[in-house]
């Protein structure tokens, strides 16, 4: 039996257990809703858990069968953007104040995280679109 049809069959059970779930929950009233939302999150846990085993198991699968100067250079191009987008955030960029008075637990350094992920995502959104916008150009200017 193929991987493909394994993961099929998978997405396939975990698809009927969601449907059950949401059955129970608009069959349900609201404290039933409550309840069930939980075990909703586990399955999603799972399902995330899942994913990410074969997103890893592929790429190293992919890292045998390929070219792997190639994949570490774009590991490394990764690795420099997410580098560089940590140096720039500062994470003194909002008052912090209104959050600690709430009681929610930010500090600086969360911040700062928060603005390397967000910078990371400008570039990377940046050079995606730019890698389309290139491409198709290039194909237009081909014909």
């Known amino acids: 039996m193929g991987l493909h049809k394994i993961l099929k069959i998978v997405a396939f059970a975990l698809a009927i257990i969601g449907a059950i779930f949401a059955l129970m929950i608009m069959a349900g009233d609201e404290s039933t809703a409550n309840d069930m939302?939980?075990?909703?999150?586990y399955i999603a846990y799972v399902v995330l858990?899942?994913?990410l085993l074969l997103v890893v198991l592929f790429v190293i699968k992919g890292l045998f069968a390929g070219n792997i100067k190639k994949t570490l250079v774009t590991v490394g191009a990764f690795l420099a953007v997410v580098v560089v987008s940590?140096?720039?955030?500062?994470?003194?960029?909002?008052?912090?104040?209104?959050?600690t008075?709430?009681?929610v637990d930010i500090t600086e350094s969360?911040?700062?995280?928060?603005?390397?992920?967000?910078?990371?995502?400008y570039v990377l959104a940046f050079l995606a679109i730019a890698s389309m916008l290139y491409g198709g150009a290039k194909k237009l200017f081909n014909k």
């Open 101 to 103: 008075q709430k009681g």
């Open 49 to 51: 858990g899942i994913v």
């Open 110 to 121: 969360t911040s700062k995280y928060v603005g390397a992920g967000l910078y990371t995502f």
């Open 86 to 99: 940590y140096a720039m955030s500062s994470g003194t960029d909002l008052d912090l104040t209104p959050f």
């Open 37 to 41: 939302s939980g075990n909703m999150l």
